[in-house]
Structure formats: structure tokens, C-alpha cells
């Protein structure tokens, strides 16, 4: 009501006498234009004061300007309250009848308890993926003594029934097949939105450039503490710029996710790009597996970094890590990555080198001279191994196009 009076007011036709005849008890004398106009001011004030003066009387607003009066009001008002779980703990003295407490998997126990003493809760909700990254401890004493816990699993540990929301409603059914089969037991069904025809994009030409691929990278991981791998990135920046053309040709925009293990790799890849304006149309995020907790892309390109003749990954080989990693992307995850390493890591990271292999979804980078980084020619798609390995991927691409149940 207030925009359309601004509206009114904003006309060149109502002069300053318009409006101060719409504020007289008398009618004004003038044209017929002019009563008009006097008339439909008088009208839209009359209706703005009605509605205003209701709100006074149903909203009981305190006559104060002190801040703990209103805050206090504001509590005692609302039906609902959006906070940390660290924030609750200045709800001390206002009753609740529901606590709901998101990504509770990822808080320790002592977190989960603050929210828990706001008084009156007759129901706790507590929403999370034991799945996923838990909980941060640095103190090893803590974790070793299972401090670190979140509330979440001490309740599965003493019997408490869990319900598992089964749908899932991001991933490409391309992308969502391997992390069901690793991390769910085949439980999580794909939404009806991500099965349909148009949730699958074609960003870049090219087998490679699917819903779903790893691209195996002859490079070497830098020594260091933090591990970087500049083939990766070379690679990852060849890739980057041939997106930004293609956006920039369709005119569209595409937000896109760059998922790195180790810091040092992040920083290299930081540092090719610059100002990540400049990559526009992309949308562009650099961060850690850490960093995309709780996040989701239109496009996900994973840098596993790991490169030697040991096999050895460090850390990478944690599951929940793993996890999250190859759970942001909505249309097309890539990953890359020196398959010799991963599949003699005994991880998690070996078992998807040889899904991608069986689901003719591995690629070798050619990073030859004279190749185009804007389509997949400078690939070479690897077959699957001879003994079962054809069979499989009849298997694996029956699954890809059903519901699992």
C-alpha cells in the first residue's frame, strides 16, 4: 500500500497543492482532475492509517527505545528462532517447545547440549549425515577418549531409532551412483527432479566433459607439508577458461566449484586465476573439501593432488572427506587425479578409479601441443580391463538408469 501511494505521489501531474488539499478537513476547489486526485490521496492515506492502526493493536508494540525491552518483545513474539547453537545460549528465560538442530553429526556433544537448556522443549529434532565430516578436535587426547562425539552418534550408540531421509535431490543420477553404493548401501533413491531430461547439462563438447568423469594427470605432487600438483592445476585452468568461453558464447551463467584436499593447492589454483571476477560468467569458488561442507555447484572439478610411486594419499584416504567431495555437484563433477597412485592407496579413492574405468567414464589428459583446451580432442577414453570388467559396466549402466531401491 505504501509503494502504490509512493507511486501515486511520484506522478507529475499532482502538484504541491494536490497533496496539501488531501491533508484538508474542506475538499479543495478546483477541477475535476484535481478532486480526483485529491480523492484517491485521501483514500490511499485513509486505508494506510486503517491498516496501521490494526497493527498496533494486534502486535502490542512496547512504548520503549531500550534495547533489551525490544529484544526481549522480539523473543516473546516469534514463533520461530534461527540461531547458532552457541547463539542459544542467549535464549536463557524464554520457553520452546521444538528444538531443531541442523548438521548435528558435525558438532561435538558439548555444542549440542547449549540449545538444550533452553527451558520447556517437549521435542528435539536433531538432523545430520554420520556419513559426512564430524566434528572438528585437534586435541588428540579428546578424540582418543571419544570427546570429540558428537550427540548425534552417542544417541545411535544408546538405541535411539534414526530415520534416513532416502531422497536425494542435487546430483546428476550419474554422480549419485558411486556415493550411494560406497557410503549409503544403495538406501538413497534419486528425486524426481534430478531424473528427469533436464537436469542433465552440456557445458563442454566431449565424453569427458559428462556428468561424470575422472581424468587421469601424469604429474608429480610438490614435497611440503601441504602437497600441490601443478599438472592438476595447469589442467584445471585449461578447463576453467574453455567453460568461461562457452558461457560467454551461450550467454549463461554457471556457478562452478574447485574442491582441493590440501591448502597449497588451493593457493596455486588462487593464484592462476587472480580476481575471480575476471573469470565471469563463472561463478567462480576455490576452497578446501572442509569448505564445501554443506555447499552444492552446477559444476564440480575435484583435484586429488596425490601423485608418487608409494600409493601414499595421507589424509585424502578418509571416507567422510571423500564424501563430501563427491557430493556438491549438481550437473557434472570431474575429477582429477594420477590413477596409479590412487588405485595402489587402498582407499576409498581406488574403488572410484575402477567404477570410472568399468562405467567407460575414464579419460587420460593429453596436454600435447596444438590441442584445443575447449574440447575433449586432447583425451583418450580407457577401456575397461579384460575378465569382468565389460560386464560390469553393463551392470553399473543398467543401475544408472533406475531408481535404486
Same mark, same amino acid.
Given at each position: 500500500?505504501?509503494?502504490?501511494?509512493?507511486?501515486?505521489?511520484?506522478?507529475? !501531474?499532482?502538484? #504541491?497543492?494536490?497533496?496539501?488539499?488531501? /491533508?484538508?478537513?474542506?475538499?479543495?476547489? @478546483?477541477?475535476?482532475?484535481? *478532486? =480526483?486526485?485529491?480523492?484517491?490521496?485521501?483514500?490511499?492515506?485513509?486505508?494506510?492509517?486503517?491498516?496501521?492502526?490494526?497493527?498496533?493493536?494486534?502486535?502490542?508494540?512496547?512504548?520503549?527505545?531500550?534495547?533489551?525491552?525490544?529484544?526481549?518483545?522480539?523473543?516473546?513474539?516469534?514463533?520461530?528462532?534461527?540461531?547458532?547453537?552457541?547463539?542459544?545460549?542467549?535464549?536463557?528465560?524464554?520457553?520452546?517447545?521444538?528444538?531443531?538442530?541442523?548438521?548435528?553429526?558435525?558438532?561435538?556433544?558439548?555444542?549440542?547440549?547449549?540449545?538444550?537448556?533452553?527451558?520447556?522443549?517437549?521435542?528435539?529434532?536433531?538432523?545430520?549425515?554420520?556419513?559426512?565430516?564430524?566434528?572438528?578436535?585437534?586435541?588428540?587426547? !579428546?578424540?582418543? #577418549?571419544?570427546?570429540?562425539?558428537?550427540? /548425534?552418534?552417542?544417541?545411535?550408540?544408546? @538405541?535411539?531409532?534414526?530415520? *534416513? =531421509?532416502?531422497?536425494?535431490?542435487?546430483?546428476?543420477?550419474?554422480?549419485?551412483?558411486?556415493?550411494?553404493?560406497?557410503?549409503?548401501?544403495?538406501?538413497?533413491?534419486?528425486?524426481?527432479?534430478?531424473?528427469?531430461?533436464?537436469?542433465?547439462?552440456?557445458?563442454?563438447?566431449?565424453?569427458?566433459?559428462?556428468?561424470?568423469?575422472?581424468?587421469?594427470?601424469?604429474?608429480?605432487?610438490?614435497?611440503?607439508?601441504?602437497?600441490?600438483?601443478?599438472?592438476?592445476?595447469?589442467?584445471?585452468?585449461?578447463?576453467?577458461?574453455?567453460?568461461?568461453?562457452?558461457?560467454?558464447?551461450?550467454?549463461?551463467?554457471?556457478?562452478?566449484?574447485?574442491?582441493?584436499?590440501?591448502?597449497?593447492?588451493?593457493?596455486?589454483?588462487?593464484?592462476?586465476?587472480?580476481?575471480?571476477?575476471?573469470?565471469?560468467?563463472?561463478?567462480?569458488?576455490?576452497?578446501?573439501?572442509?569448505?564445501?561442507?554443506?555447499?552444492?555447484?552446477?559444476?564440480?572439478?575435484?583435484?586429488?593432488?596425490?601423485?608418487?610411486?608409494?600409493?601414499?594419499?595421507?589424509?585424502?584416504?578418509?571416507?567422510?572427506?571423500?564424501?563430501?567431495?563427491?557430493?556438491?555437484?549438481?550437473?557434472?563433477?570431474?575429477?582429477?587425479?594420477?590413477?596409479?597412485?590412487?588405485?595402489?592407496?587402498?582407499?576409498?579413492?581406488?574403488?572410484?578409479?575402477?567404477?570410472?574405468?568399468?562405467?567407460?567414464?575414464?579419460?587420460?589428459?593429453?596436454?600435447?601441443?596444438?590441442?584445443?583446451?575447449?574440447?575433449?580432442?586432447?583425451?583418450?577414453?580407457?577401456?575397461?580391463?579384460?575378465?569382468?570388467?565389460?560386464?560390469?559396466?553393463?551392470?553399473?549402466?543398467?543401475?544408472?538408469?533406475?531408481?535404486?531401491?
Amino acid at each position: 500500500m505504501l509503494d502504490d501511494f509512493g507511486k501515486l505521489l511520484d506522478d507529475k !501531474s499532482i502538484g #504541491a497543492e494536490v497533496v496539501m488539499d488531501a /491533508f484538508m478537513p474542506a475538499g479543495a476547489v @478546483g477541477s475535476s482532475e484535481i *478532486l =480526483l486526485l485529491v480523492r484517491t490521496v485521501k483514500e490511499k492515506i485513509a486505508a494506510i492509517r486503517a491498516v496501521a492502526r490494526s497493527l498496533m493493536r494486534e502486535l502490542k508494540l512496547p512504548e520503549t527505545s531500550q534495547d533489551f525491552k525490544i529484544k526481549k518483545f522480539c523473543y516473546g513474539s516469534a514463533s520461530l528462532i534461527f540461531c547458532t547453537v552457541s547463539g542459544s545460549a542467549k535464549l536463557k528465560g524464554q520457553k520452546m517447545d521444538l528444538l531443531l538442530i541442523d548438521e548435528a553429526a558435525q558438532l561435538k556433544e558439548c555444542e549440542s547440549l547449549v540449545p538444550m537448556q533452553v527451558s520447556g522443549l517437549r521435542h528435539a529434532v536433531l538432523v545430520g549425515d554420520e556419513c559426512q565430516l564430524p566434528a572438528i578436535v585437534k586435541s588428540k587426547v !579428546s578424540d582418543e #577418549a571419544l570427546l570429540g562425539r558428537s550427540l /548425534f552418534e552417542r544417541l545411535s550408540l544408546l @538405541g535411539h531409532k534414526k530415520h *534416513l =531421509l532416502n531422497m536425494q535431490y542435487r546430483m546428476h543420477p550419474s554422480i549419485s551412483i558411486f556415493p550411494n553404493l560406497s557410503f549409503y548401501d544403495k538406501r538413497i533413491l534419486d528425486g524426481s527432479n534430478v531424473t528427469q531430461a533436464g537436469h542433465e547439462r552440456e557445458y563442454l563438447p566431449g565424453a569427458m566433459y559428462g556428468p561424470y568423469s575422472f581424468i587421469n594427470i601424469d604429474g608429480r605432487e610438490d614435497r611440503g607439508r601441504s602437497k600441490r600438483n601443478m599438472a592438476e592445476v595447469a589442467a584445471i585452468m585449461k578447463i576453467l577458461r574453455s567453460l568461461k568461453q562457452a558461457c560467454i558464447r551461450a550467454g549463461q551463467v554457471v556457478i562452478v566449484g574447485v574442491i582441493c584436499p590440501y591448502a597449497a593447492q588451493v593457493e596455486a589454483i588462487q593464484g592462476k586465476i587472480g580476481d575471480v571476477k575476471s573469470m565471469r560468467p563463472l561463478v567462480l569458488r576455490v576452497n578446501s573439501v572442509d569448505g564445501f561442507q554443506g555447499s552444492e555447484e552446477d559444476v564440480i572439478i575435484l583435484s586429488t593432488v596425490r601423485s608418487n610411486g608409494t600409493g601414499s594419499i595421507g589424509f585424502l584416504s578418509n571416507r567422510r572427506r571423500a564424501n563430501v567431495a563427491l557430493t556438491r555437484a549438481r550437473h557434472c563433477l570431474w575429477v582429477l587425479g594420477n590413477a596409479a597412485t590412487l588405485r595402489n592407496s587402498g582407499s576409498i579413492w581406488g574403488e572410484l578409479v575402477q567404477d570410472a574405468v568399468e562405467r567407460r567414464c575414464f579419460f587420460e589428459w593429453d596436454d600435447g601441443t596444438g590441442v584445443s583446451p575447449a574440447v575433449s580432442h586432447g583425451t583418450r577414453m580407457v577401456e575397461p580391463e579384460r575378465g569382468g570388467g565389460a560386464a560390469a559396466f553393463d551392470i553399473c549402466d543398467a543401475l544408472g538408469s533406475l531408481q535404486l531401491a
